[in-house]
């Protein structure tokens, strides 16, 4: 059974940091690709941060050089360090993974992060 397993989200004040973390069971994570999304209220997810199973990440604009993701293949985990943290970072975060050879697609099932004074 193929899990993912967000943790780490909270109620953070402006400029702020908090780290999320992703852990996977179920999957050879190395052979996945690693995304994590927002979603706020009312809003779409969107992605906003990615990694590759070979190490290449990218960001959205609205989050780069704040943010940054990692993965630790051996413990099947993925991170995301958030900086400088913003209310309009407030959203739900979900990590995504998808399988590098095929159709393959898991999501967990989000942690709430809240950036307010």
């Known amino acids: 059974q193929v899990q993912l397993v967000e943790s780490g989200g909270g109620l953070v004040q402006p400029g702020g940091s908090l780290r999320l973390s992703c852990e996977t069971s179920?999957?050879?994570?190395?052979?996945?690709?690693m995304g994590w999304y927002r979603q706020a209220p009312g809003k779409q997810r969107d992605l906003v941060a990615a990694?590759?199973?070979?190490?290449?990440?990218n960001y959205a604009d609205s989050v780069k050089g704040r943010f940054t993701v990692s993965r630790d293949n051996a413990k099947s985990t993925a991170s995301l360090q958030m900086n400088s943290l913003k209310p309009e970072d407030t959203a739900v975060y979900y990590c995504?993974?998808?399988?590098?050879?095929?159709?393959?697609?898991?999501w967990g099932q989000g942690t709430q992060v809240t950036v307010s004074s």
């Open positions: 995504n993974v998808k399988f590098i050879l095929g159709q393959r697609d898991y």
């Open positions: 179920g999957i050879r994570f190395s052979l996945y690709n």
């Open positions: 990694i590759t199973s070979s190490g290449t990440t």
